[in-house]
């Protein structure tokens, strides 16, 4: 039988690789945003990469939530990585919805999208699982 550490372990690998493969758009747009305009294909590669982030951390979500399910490491940073976490895949979730007005989804967008709250899930990731 595998062990519930062995499936955090898993989980958590997963995790990890889908949501930098996922959110390696932001970089990845910032650099195309240097030479603007862009060409057709470019305009496309980044619509699809879009789809990708979203859909990729949705999966990296779950894979994320079934890493801490299993885990014995828990403390305050992890916890609130978790919390930023939620909240960055429900603000991205909602962004997309049709029930939102746009001055509503252009303040989500501000939110979800701040390069701080990123470097915050970020470094309470990395000091939670090193304090452990």
Known sequence: MISGE???DFFGIVSLLLFVFANAYYPARLIANQFKPWPRDVAIFFKKYLDLHMNINIVAFIAMTIHAHFSDERNIFLYASLLVTVWL???GMLM???SFSSDTKK???LIHTQQTVFLVWLVLLIVGHLIE
């Open 6 to 8: 062995a499936i955090s």
């Open 89 to 91: 895949t429900l603000a």
């Open 96 to 98: 997309r919805s049709k």
């Open 107 to 109: 303040q989500m967008r």
